[in-house]
Structure formats: C-alpha cells, structure tokens
C-alpha cells in the first residue's frame, strides 16, 4: 500500500559550545587561554527518489533530528561537526512548512534540497582574548538548528493519467500498454492506490525522453469529490498528468452520463482539471456482443493499440 501524506518533524543539529581552556604545558613559560570553537551541527536534506513507496518510513516514524555539534577542546581544536541528515521522499512530493506555509516541490531525482539549516559551533575563549583580558572565561553557546514541522503530500508525476469510474478497465489497459502487471479482476475498486508503467514512445521528446508514464488512477465513483469512496486521497494524483485518458466501459447502460459523473467530480474537486487535454476511450467492447453480453475473456486488438499509443503519444509530448 503506498502512503502518499504524512506529517513529520524534522530539526537540524544544534552547535557545540565553545570551550573555556588553558593552555598549561611544563616547560612552556607562558600559557594563555586555547579554547576551541564548537563544531556546526548537521542539516537536514530531503532527496527525491524513484521509489513510490518511500513515504511509508513515516507512517510510524514522525521526528527526525540532525546530529549535534561536538563541544571546543582545548589547543585551540574545534569539535566535530554533526552529521548532515537525508531524508528520502518520492519524486512528485510537495512539502509545505506548517507553521511558515512556505513550500517545496520535489521533481528531480538524487538532487538533495536543504529543509533545516544548522546550528552554527560557539566560540572559544580563544577569541576573546585581549591586552586587558588575558585570563577571559568567556565563550559562546552554540546555535540551535532550525526546526520545521513539515506536511508531505505525494502527487504522482506521470504523463497520463487513465481517469473513470470503478472497474472501466483502465488497469487492464495499462497492463497492455506498459510492461506494468497490475492486478485485475471483474469487480469493483480492485485498484485501491495509483498504478504507474512506462510506455515507449515511437519518437523522442524535446526533453530526450524515450518513454510516456502513465497512471493507472483508481476509480472514481459520484460523490468522490466530497470524500466517497477513496474521495479525493486519489484526486489530487490527477492534477500533474498532461493528458487524461478517460475510460468508460461499453457494458454501461448510460455512456454519457458515466462520462458527466467523472467530469463533474474533477470540477467539483478542482475547475483547473478540466482544462487538460482529454483522451476519451470506450473500453471493454470486446465484451459486447450482439448473442450474448459477456464474453468469457478480453482481447485488446494490437492495431487500435497501436493508434490508441500513438494518440496519447500525440497529446503528451
């Protein structure tokens, strides 16, 4: 099961303090103060990775904290710095600071984004020696690392998004246009999280891109917009598509107003998604026959597959 929303508490390390120190060495005449400086204390990355279900580390997990900085040493020596903290979250991912709405998106793989900075090392009493304070004790504490108190929301990243009610057959059609393997069956809500597979595209992109992803959305029923069903935890994976592949099934007894319920729900949840392109495919006519309503199995005829890759190819590059 993917988990694709989760809260979390993320604090980079504070600073060490600086030391108060003295040189005092046998056979040196003169000693003097040599307190070194704190060490910085580590930042918190967040990374964006390939791996959808990456979110689910912070299904139970929910603060996670930077190293410290090391405290000064003496002989001037400064402490150790904290170790930087990488969080690894799906690309497609947007963060938002709670408290500062300020807001992150992450689109690009292995391309870490600092979220938390460092608490910076104190002073020793090295640095505040003088003519008229030889002998200073003073120092400073270190810094305290920035906390953030962050609201993660994965939104796929994929080309197509195949949209339409429960059991349309949209991940039947994935299975044959992509390599993917999704489970299928004859009954409602089968698919209960999104679904990618990659599809090769007969012609490169001007970003060099060799292939179409494309999501398997799971169905949407009326109402959805409002929280029914899987309501709007799957409505929001929509809004990233280019293009939406709108799948209603032959065996409806009103194609059109299959059609109006997903389409209402979109406006309903946002007016922007009806907007994108739109691919609209009568599924599952292979079941339908003028003896008998139902045959024993689908077959997908390889050149309407052929059109049906290059149409969508068409609209998503």
């Given at each position: 099961m993917i988990v694709d929303e989760a809260v979390i508490t993320v604090k980079a390390g504070d600073g060490g303090d600086g030391a108060v120190s003295f040189r005092r060495e046998k056979y040196v005449q003169k000693g003097g103060p040599d307190g070194g400086n704190g060490g910085d204390g580590g930042e918190v990355y967040i990374e964006g990775v390939a791996d959808l279900s990456a979110l689910k580390r912070f299904r139970y997990q929910k603060e996670f904290e930077a190293e410290n900085g090391g405290r000064g040493m003496p002989k001037k020596m400064s402490g150790k710095n904290g170790k930087d903290l990488v969080l690894k979250v799906p690309v497609g991912t947007v963060i938002v600071d709670k408290r500062s709405n300020e807001r992150w998106d992450i689109s690009k793989i292995g391309e870490p984004l600092l979220i938390a900075i460092q608490g910076?090392?104190?002073?020793?009493?090295?640095?505040?020696?003088?003519?008229?304070?030889?002998?200073?004790?003073?120092?400073?504490?270190?810094?305290?690392?920035?906390?953030?108190?962050?609201?993660?929301?994965?939104?796929l990243i994929a080309d197509v998004g195949f949209i339409g009610l429960p059991n349309a057959g949209k991940s039947s059609l994935l299975n044959e246009l992509t390599r993917a393997s999704v489970r299928v069956a004859d009954y409602p809500f089968t698919t209960l999280e999104p679904n990618l597979g990659a599809m090769p595209s007969f012609a490169k992109a001007s970003d060099g891109k060799s292939h179409l992803i494309l999501a398997d959305i799971p169905g949407l029923i009326e109402g959805a917009s409002g929280g029914k069903g899987l309501g709007i935890k799957f409505l929001r994976h929509i809004r990233r598509t280019k293009v939406l592949v709108h799948?209603?099934?032959a065996e409806s007894n009103d194609v059109a107003r299959d059609y109006q319920i997903v389409r209402q729900e979109l406006k309903q949840f946002d007016p922007e998604l009806l907007k994108k392109k739109e691919l609209v495919v009568l599924t599952k006519v292979d079941l339908v026959n003028k003896k008998t309503k139902y045959l024993p199995c689908s077959i997908y005829r390889s050149d309407l597959l052929t059109r049906l890759k290059l149409e969508v190819e068409r609209l998503a590059l």
């Open positions: 910076k090392g104190g002073r020793g009493n090295w640095h505040f020696r003088s003519p008229s304070n030889t002998t200073p004790k003073q120092f400073e504490r270190g810094g305290w690392g920035q906390k953030r108190i962050l609201e993660l929301e994965l939104q799948c209603i099934s």
